[in-house]
C-alpha cells in the first residue's frame, strides 16, 4: 500500500490519468444509484479529464466498470503448492483482509443489479470472479490428486463452503481473529464426530503439514 | 400455494388490505431505487388503501419493510431432533426452494443499503434473520451434545460455512439437483482424505442415521 503510494510521484501522466478515472468510476458506483449512476460523462467530470480520455482506454461504461472492480481486488496469493490445507488457508486469509467498506458497496450494486444489467454482471463475473475461484479449483483439485482431499469429492461443492463462508459475510462487520483459518480446519476435518478414527487421522494430518 | 390462493376469496377485508399493503411494499422495494423507493405515501397509492390503513399497523416505513421480508421468508422446518444431518438436510433443502427472483432484489437493496439504511438492516437482521440462524444453531449444538458432531465444534464457523453456501449463490441461478444434500454431507464427513479411518468412520456414520 505504502510501495504503491511512493511510487504514484513519479509516474507518468497518463497512469495518473488512468488511476483517476478508476477512482471516480468507484465513486459513483459505490453511490446509492450504483450502476445507473456511472456514465462517461460523469466518470470524466469527476476525474477531470476529457471522455476521450477514457473513451481511449475503455470502449464502454462496461469496460471500465469491470476493469475498476478487476483493480480493486486483490490478486489471490500464488498457491504454494505445498498443501490444500496451506493453499486454502493463505486464499481465506486474503479474504478477512480483502473487506474495503466503501469497494463493498460497488460490489454490492453490481451483484445486486444483476438483473436489471444482465451483460455488465456476467463479465463482471467472467473478468473478476471466475479467474479468483479457478486458483481455488485448482488447489482443490490438485489436493484430490495428491490424495491430500478424499478422492469423491465435489469441487464445486467443496469451493461453494470456502467461498460462501468468506464472502456471504454481514455488511460492516469484520470477521473474528483467525475466523480463515477455522473455517478452512473445519471444512477440512467436517463437522461430524468420528471417535474411533480421530486420532489417527489426526496425526495423519498435522504429520503432512 | 395453491392453498393459500384459494383461501384468499374468503379473507376478511382487513386481511386483504394488509396483503396488499405487503405485496406493494415488496413491489417497490424490488424497484432499482430499493428502500429510497419506499414511503408510506408510495405504499398507500400502489396498495389502493388509505395512509391511516397503513399507520394503523405499522407505525414506520422500517417496520412495514421488516414486515415484508419476514412475510416473504418461509419458515425453516421444525427440526426433527432425530439427527444433526437430517435436520441440517431438511434446513438445506428450504434454502434450495426459498428462491423467489422478484424478492430476491428486495433482499439485495437492504443488505446492499446496510451502510445508508443502518437501523433498517439491524432490524432486518434482529427479527429475519437472526431467528432463522437460532434455529441452525441449535440443530448444531443439540448435534454436539448428542456425540453425532464434534465436541470442540465452533458453531458459529459450521453455521457460516453451511449458510453461506447456501445464500452466497449468484442471482438468477438455480442450484444444481442434489446440491442441498450435497453440502450438508460435504460439511459432515469433510472434505479431507483420511484413509486409515474412513472405513470405521463411515460404517458409524450410516449407523448413525
Known amino acids: 500500500m ?32 450504483g450502476v445507473a449512476g456511472v456514465s462517461i460523462e460523469a466518470v470524466a467530470a469527476r476525474a477531470g479529464v476529457g471522455k476521450t480520455t477514457i473513451y481511449r482506454r475503455w470502449p464502454s461504461k462496461e469496460a471500465l466498470i469491470v476493469h475498476a472492480l478487476g483493480a480493486v481486488k486483490e490478486p489471490l496469493p500464488e498457491p504454494s503448492g505445498a498443501s490444500a490445507r496451506e493453499d486454502l488457508t493463505a486464499i481465506a486469509r486474503r479474504f478477512e483482509g480483502d473487506r474495503h467498506r466503501r469497494y463493498s458497496r460497488c460490489f454490492w450494486n453490481v451483484v445486486g443489479g444483476a438483473e436489471k444489467y444482465p451483460e455488465l454482471y456476467a463479465r463482471y463475473r467472467q473478468e473478476v470472479i471466475e479467474p479468483r475461484r479457478d486458483v481455488i479449483r485448482k488447489v482443490i483439485r490438485r489436493g484430490v490428486d495428491s490424495g491430500e482431499l478424499r478422492p469423491d469429492l465435489d469441487v464445486e461443492v467443496a469451493m461453494s463452503l470456502l467461498l460462501g463462508s468468506l464472502t456471504a459475510k454481514r455488511p460492516q462487520e469484520t470477521f473474528p481473529e483467525g475466523y480463515a483459518d477455522a473455517v478452512v480446519d473445519t471444512l477440512l476435518r467436517g463437522i461430524e464426530n468420528a471417535p474411533q478414527s480421530r486420532p489417527e487421522a489426526d496425526e495423519g494430518r498435522f504429520s503432512a503439514r
Open 2 to 33: 505504502t510501495g504503491t503510494e511512493r511510487r504514484h510521484a513519479g509516474r507518468p501522466r497518463s497512469e495518473r490519468a488512468g488511476k483517476a478515472i478508476v477512482e471516480a468510476t468507484l465513486d459513483l458506483l459505490a453511490e446509492e444509484s
